[in-house]
Nanobody
Framework: QVQLVESGGGLVQAGGSLRLSCAAS????????MAWYRQAPGKQRELVAH???????NYGDSVKGRFTISRDTAKNTVYLQMNSLKPEDTAVYYC???????????????WGQGTQVTVSS
């Protein structure tokens, strides 16, 4: 059974930094796509950044130049380094991955449970 577990959220002052992690576990053959989304209260979930095995990352306009996505293929983990945080970055951040599994792990799209990021002004 595939699971995605996020960590690293918390409370930070504006201008500060946080690093989120998302680790995938289970019988995983390959992860084709990993991404971070966020959802603020009363707003739709939005794509923050995504990365595949062949690129260095793609970003939403609101986070370009401040956030960096990276992945450790050997650990099946994706990271989101968030710098120069703003109060408008406050949201629940979710990890999403497109996984090819084997054995008891079904291939498909998986989501993590979310981690809260709160940026105070």
């Amino acid at each position: 059974q595939v699971q995605l577990v996020e960590s690293g959220g918390g409370l930070v002052q504006a201008g500060g930094s946080l690093r989120l992690s998302c680790a995938a576990s289970g019988s995983i053959f390959v992860i084709n796509f990993m991404a971070w989304y966020r959802q603020a209260p009363g707003k739709q979930r939005e794509l923050v950044a995504h990365i595949t095995s062949g690129d260095s990352g793609n970003y939403g306009d609101s986070v370009k130049g401040r956030f960096t996505i990276s992945r450790d293929t050997a650990k099946n983990t994706v990271y989101l380094q968030m710098n120069s945080l703003k109060p408008e970055d406050t949201a629940v951040y979710y990890c999403r991955a497109e996984i090819v599994g084997y054995g008891s792990s079904r291939s498909g799209v998986y989501w993590g449970q979310g981690t809260q990021v709160t940026v105070s002004s």
